[in-house]
């Protein structure tokens, strides 16, 4: 290979790698913190970050068909988190005035969340009296997101969510119900239980409440955040969660929540 072929291969090779570094690392993507007002819900406002996975209706996988049913539940859902969204958002957190709550909406099957979420894991260890996080399923990537959202929500009610979030974040595998009965075992789960709580009206109810809330705060995919007060579309860099953490802790995040 001549010198200028190699060189010229050379130059390609570093414009992709680059490429393929400012898309897995948002880091280093120049961002800058511009917040956009909500008229609603009141007292939010918006930042749009960077890589999105997923674009469709946020109630898939509760019904197959737009029956008179599923529409009564849909108008339920967003009755009930309308009328205290930060209660919706933040409910299940024990949060101290110094913390400022983190709600994060994810799919198992979205690339830009298995990134962002092992780094938000990562955040409430190193900062556990400054943030608490609120995780939340919003299986929008078809049917085998929606059992894994299931099964994780399962989980939750033997206490294992965490566990079970973390292994099918990093899992390679499709989910289906003799996937999920092994990884159950795996864990040291009941797996008879957990099938059985997938299908229960606790967890519909639970899905339908974070699809809701997706459409209060018009997420168009996922990974979605809210942090305090500030609502956050796509991936985002932890430099740019710190800040905002920053700005919600000064300005107290909670005036949402009174004006709600």
């Known amino acids: 290979m001549?010198?200028?072929?190699?060189?010229?291969?050379?130059?390609?090779g570093a414009i992709v790698a680059g490429y393929a570094t400012l898309r897995t690392i948002p880091s280093l993507l120049p961002e800058k913190l511009e917040l956009e007002h909500l008229t609603s819900p009141v007292g939010f406002r918006k930042y749009v970050a960077g890589e999105t996975s997923g674009g469709f209706d946020p109630f898939v996988g509760l019904g197959t068909t737009e029956s008179a049913e599923v529409a009564a539940q849909k108008a339920a859902a967003l009755k009930r988190v309308s009328a205290d969204p930060c209660d919706a958002l933040y409910g299940d957190l024990d949060t101290a005035a110094s913390i400022v709550p983190l709600a994060s909406f994810s799919d198992y099957y979205c690339p830009f969340c298995r990134v962002q979420t092992k780094r938000l894991a990562g955040m409430t260890e190193d900062m556990p009296d400054q943030v608490a996080v609120a995780w939340h399923e919003l299986p929008l990537l078809g049917d085998s997101s929606n059992l894994a959202a299931k099964a994780a929500l399962a989980a939750k009610r033997q206490g294992a969510y965490?566990?079970?979030?973390?292994?099918?974040?990093?899992?390679?595998?499709?989910?289906?119900?003799?996937?999920?009965?092994?990884?159950?075992?795996d864990l040291g789960v009941d797996s008879a239980q957990l099938i059985a709580d997938m299908d229960s009206?606790?967890?519909?109810?639970?899905?339908?409440n974070s699809a809701a809330l997706a459409r209060v705060f018009a997420f168009v995919g996922t990974p979605a955040l809210v942090i305090g007060r500030t609502v956050v579309q796509g991936q985002i860099s932890?430099?740019?969660?710190?800040?905002?953490?920053?700005?919600?802790?000064?300005?107290?995040w909670d005036i949402a929540c009174s004006s709600a």
């Open 2 to 12: 001549d010198s200028k072929k190699r060189s010229t291969l050379l130059t390609i």
């Open 162 to 185: 965490v566990m079970f979030h973390e292994r099918l974040m990093k899992s390679a595998f499709q989910a289906t119900e003799e996937y999920l009965a092994l990884l159950s075992d």
């Open 201 to 208: 009206a606790d967890i519909a109810r639970e899905l339908e």
């Open 238 to 252: 932890d430099k740019m969660i710190r800040q905002i953490i920053d700005l919600e802790r000064e300005e107290g």
